[in-house]
């Protein structure tokens, strides 16, 4: 009765496979005749049972209804008959993930890459709808279509590391794939999935025209992730591949300024100043390191240096004017009001010193940038106001 038993039970679990691999077959047939509803729906029962979930069989059945699928749009197009480009695209997607998912799994019969050669020539012949599909997503304004555009631009790149394409080198050999590797990264920014641009970053860094843009992602996506030491080592590196990048130096100062690292971040300063004495950046940076440690006399240096490099600059003038006005701060807290006492003319006089030297700084800013009032109006009208100017003081406040 025992070995009766363990037969009928193998007959009842074999039964069980053979009747999903029916569903298998039926939603083949059902695609092969373009009820993708129904090839979908049978096809959705074979990957969840547990009979047939890892069997390599059941997964390229899925990807071959997908291909039909992208197929019939393609075919539809051609004809100009209900052509729906989204519904192609996302086929398209689909099919690559189960296919790559069908090599990864033995077959009914126990053997391993059974449809590789079928399934690489088919991704080969549609991959660039991963492309389109990105492209699509990435463009459309709906909500969620920046986490749609980094599903198809990734799966792009994830071809180049798939066993069923080792031979290709596709690393290497596509030109493209640097290119969507930026846009993938992008797409993670955008949707703020900064693993995903953790990952795909460092690929985009070799794209010619985007190489420094996805850069700065990846060393986004670190600092948001906690990655210090990560990010420091790319900041470093990017520093000195891209020396006039100034957004690179910048967040390596933000960093040590966060962290009141203030004589490690002077020293990186001095250090990119004897590679390049004549970055006139280098010294605006510095200049606002001794503003950070209320060394005005020291910052005023430093700014005037950078303009002596760079007469263009009108950062640098905001910030001179800003350091004269700061002193002219600091002196006013401990000089006399008392218009009595002998010393009060003179403290008058140098408190007015300070406002007439910021003066022609933060003009000279407005002057080169004028759209840009964080750069001048409100310190330029404290110094109209302290120097009782008072036409040119309601001339700035109603200025933009």
Avoid: C
Wanted: net charge negative; hydrophobic share 40%; glycine share 4%.
């Amino acid at each position: 009765m025992k070995k009766l038993f363990l037969s009928l039970a193998f007959v009842l679990v074999a039964g069980g496979a053979f009747a999903q691999m029916d569903a298998v077959k039926n939603a083949t047939k059902a695609g092969n005749k373009g009820d993708f509803a129904t090839a979908e729906s049978l096809i959705q029962q074979a990957l969840n049972n547990p009979e047939t979930a890892n069997l390599a069989d059941t997964w390229y059945a899925a990807g071959q209804i997908q291909q039909k699928k992208s197929a019939k749009q393609l075919e539809n197009q051609v004809k100009r008959q209900n052509f729906d480009e989204a519904a192609m695209h996302e086929a398209a997607l689909q099919m690559v993930k189960y296919f790559l998912k069908a090599d990864e799994l033995p077959d009914a019969k126990g053997k391993m890459n059974a449809f590789t050669s079928k399934m690489a020539s088919a991704i080969k012949a549609d991959k660039g709808n991963l492309i389109n599909g990105g492209i699509a997503m990435f463009n459309s304004q709906d909500e969620g279509t920046d986490a749609k555009a980094l599903d198809f631009f990734g799966a792009y790149v994830d071809l180049a590391n798939a066993p069923m394409f080792a031979k290709e080198n596709w690393a290497v050999a596509d030109t493209l794939m640097p290119t969507i590797a930026y846009y993938a990264a992008l797409a993670g920014i955008r949707s703020e999935n900064y693993p995903a641009v953790e990952k795909y970053a460092p690929i985009g860094q070799a794209d010619k025209e985007n190489g420094q843009n996805a850069t700065e992602f990846l060393i986004e996506a670190l600092k948001k992730q906690n990655k210090t030491d990560q990010m420091l080592n790319v900041l470093k590196a990017a520093i000195d591949k891209f020396p006039t990048n100034q957004a690179f130096f910048a967040n390596m100062i933000d960093y040590y300024t966060s962290n009141e690292k203030y004589d490690e971040a002077q020293a990186f300063a001095d250090q990119q100043i004897a590679k390049d004495p004549s970055n006139f950046f280098y010294n605006y940076v510095k200049g606002f390191l001794y503003s950070q440690q209320k060394n005005d006399d020291k910052a005023i240096e430093q700014y005037e240096q950078a303009i002596q490099k760079n007469p263009e600059y009108a950062n640098a003038y905001s910030e001179l004017g800003k350091s004269y006005v700061l002193k002219a701060q600091d002196f006013s807290a401990t000089a006399t009001t008392n218009v009595n006492d002998p010393k009060y003319q003179e403290d008058a006089k140098i408190l007015r010193g300070y406002y007439e030297k910021a003066m022609p700084y933060y003009e000279k800013a407005r002057q080169l940038a004028p759209d840009n009032t964080s750069l001048w109006k409100q310190g330029l009208s404290s110094v109209y106001y302290n120097l009782q100017m008072q036409d040119k003081y309601d001339e700035v406040m109603q200025a933009y």
